[in-house]
């Protein structure tokens, strides 16, 4: 009797049930606000059973970092080298789709692992990126097929980063249509894009609360916010560690501070890309060659932006919440003038596609703004909306 109720308690698969809801709540919360007893509420257990599987908070979450990366190269080796392009990319799709609650933490907690763990995960990635690359080469042959291949791996793994609702058939016809824009657009398309962005220049630092914000920004991007002190903010400007406290109440409002200033610098430079549109589909490349230039000019500061917020307090997520709901409805309506048979989520859906396309192709161009970049980032995110 006693055995056939543990035997109901602890099913064969329990790690891989912890996995998963570990995973979830890391992407959620954020690698450090996640707590071991958060996620053995998820699972329906105890902390310390969760310390039978896992020695520590560290190693599951390597281990969930390292989930749906692993299933992707499975994916990939699974087919043969003359598989078709589209074969492979519905099968990378559903798999994303499928880990869609928890593999948001691959794109920006992954920073958080330790170098080795970190080198390793970028190996599969790559893996990934090189076979998908062979079948751009194959099929679309440009000079591009890797930028175009890692950009279309980013339309597809946006999926993670938010929860617009819809059928899970609907999310996977959507995210290939995407994949496909992606891979099959030309740079040309783009060519000139620059002259419909008017970027607003960040604020030059002209009190100790700005130059605070200035020496943060950087090191919360380069570190993680949860990583860096007080007092190396304050050494960066040549303060006492004491002294930030008579112009932040606390890090976190450093932080704050920083996403709102990221959402006012974006939101200035679409409304000035928007005035100089002159029809529906130049409307939306104007949007696309904004958001491209702001994100290849303030790196630092989107980053911080679009990595840090799910670790905020709910009171201070509602500001930089809302800021970024508002830019997302002014895409949307862009969108769906051009593409009117798509409705509210569907076009929220591949938005998000877009911004994927421009964090991983940035990223594969390490965010230089060599001559072109611009431009080819934006016939990217263009091709991903299909329009």
């Keep these: 009797m006693t055995t056939g109720s543990t035997a109901a308690t602890r099913p064969r698969n329990r790690k891989q049930v912890i996995v998963e809801a570990a995973g979830q709540v890391f992407s959620e919360r954020g690698y450090h606000a996640a707590s071991m007893e958060e996620i053995a509420a998820v699972v329906g257990t105890s902390a310390a059973a969760l310390y039978r599987h896992f020695p520590n908070k560290y190693a599951l979450f390597a281990e969930c970092a390292n989930v749906i990366v692993d299933k992707l190269v499975a994916v990939v080796d699974e087919w043969p080298p003359e598989a078709a392009l589209t074969d492979v990319l519905v099968a990378l799709t559903r798999v994303t789709v499928t880990h869609r609650a928890s593999g948001g933490l691959y794109r920006w907690e992954a920073r958080y692992l330790q170098r080795e763990d970190r080198r390793q ?69 783009a060519a000139g894009s620059a002259r419909l962005v008017e970027l607003p220049v960040q604020p030059v630092p002209r009190t100790r609360r700005a130059e605070i914000l200035t020496a943060a920004i950087p090191l919360f991007a380069r570190d993680g916010f949860a990583n860096v002190t007080n007092a190396q903010i304050a050494q960066a400007v040549g303060l006492a560690p004491s002294a930030i406290y008579r ?141």
Excluded: M
């Design 121 to 189: 995960l970028r190996t599969k990635f790559a893996h990934v990126v090189g076979r998908v690359t062979e079948l751009v080469r194959r099929e679309y042959p440009r000079s591009d097929e890797s930028l175009r291949a890692v950009a279309a791996l980013g339309a597809i793994g946006s999926i993670t980063s938010h929860r617009t609702s819809i059928a899970q058939r609907r999310i996977e016809e959507l995210l290939l249509a995407s994949a496909l824009g992606v891979v099959t657009s030309d740079p040309a398309t």
């Design 247 to 387: 112009h932040y109440p606390g890090k976190v409002d450093i932080l704050v501070a920083a996403c709102l200033q990221a959402a006012g610098l974006l939101a200035q430079a679409v409304d000035r890309s928007l005035r100089q549109a002159t029809d529906p589909r130049q409307a939306v490349v104007a949007l696309a060659a904004a958001y491209v230039a702001y994100c290849f000019e303030h790196n630092a500061l989107n980053s911080v932006a679009e990595a840090e917020v799910a670790g905020l307090p709910p009171e201070l997520q509602r500001p930089v919440i809302l800021a970024q709901r508002e830019h997302i409805a002014v895409w949307e309506q862009q969108l769906r003038r051009v593409r009117p048979e798509l409705d509210s989520r569907q076009t929220r859906l591949l938005v998000h596609a877009g911004f994927g396309v421009v964090v991983e192709a940035g990223r594969a161009l390490r965010w230089q703004d060599a001559p072109g970049h611009r431009d080819a980032v934006t016939a990217l995110v263009t091709g991903a909306l299909t329009v």
